[in-house]
Nanobody, 124 residues
Framework: QVQLVESGGGLVQAGGSLRLSCAASGPTVSNYAMGWFRQAPGKEREFVTAISYSGRTKDYADSVKGRFAITRDNGKNTVYLQMTSLKPEDTAVYYC?????????????????WGQGTQVTVST
């Protein structure tokens, strides 16, 4: 029933910026927290950032603090990830996820639905 579709990924040079979008569809989808995770080849999936249903609570992984910003528009059922000062180590497939409650933290087990992912590649 719930579907998440990411967009905005691509190839960018180090120091550049990208903005990812995740459009959610389904009943009462905006009542839940949303998050971004990423996974590089040969590496385990890691938490990037999350935002509460209200948008008033946010959390960021230490590796992206000060560079990434998460926002949401509940009227559009969309969450955004603004990425600036990109580094080669940011290269990964980025996944949008819908949480089980109004606030779900860093553990991926607390997210019920996942998008297919969008590739972000940062060149040196």
């Amino acid at each position: 029933q719930v579907q998440l579709v990411e967009s905005g990924g691509g190839l960018v040079q180090a120091g550049g910026s990208l903005r990812l979008s995740c459009a959610a569809s389904g009943p009462t989808v905006s009542n839940y927290a949303m998050g971004w995770f990423r996974q590089a080849p040969g590496k385990e999936r890691e938490f990037v950032t999350a935002i509460s249903y209200s948008g008033r609570t946010k959390d960021y992984a230490d590796s992206v603090k000060g560079r990434f910003a998460i926002t949401r528009d509940n009227g559009k059922n969309t969450v955004y990830l603004q990425m600036t000062s990109l580094k080669p180590e940011d290269t990964a497939v980025y996944y949008c996820a819908l949480g089980r409650a109004a606030w779900t933290g860093r553990d991926g087990d607390y997210y019920n639905y996942w998008g297919q992912g969008t590739q972000v590649t940062v060149s040196t």
